[in-house]
């Protein structure tokens, strides 16, 4: 992770994925947490 070669890769790989097959960033969190509702 020292040079960004992962975060440069997985970067291309969602790009080529997006343009194929379609992401729907929509609905993607920005932190990507999952939080549970509350109890009650």
Do not use: F, N, S
């Amino acid at each position: 992770m020292e040079y960004g070669c992962l975060g440069r890769a997985w970067a291309r790989l969602l790009t080529e994925y997006d343009g194929e097959i379609g992401l729907q960033w929509e609905w993607q969190a920005a932190d990507g947490v999952h939080r549970q509702g509350a109890a009650g």
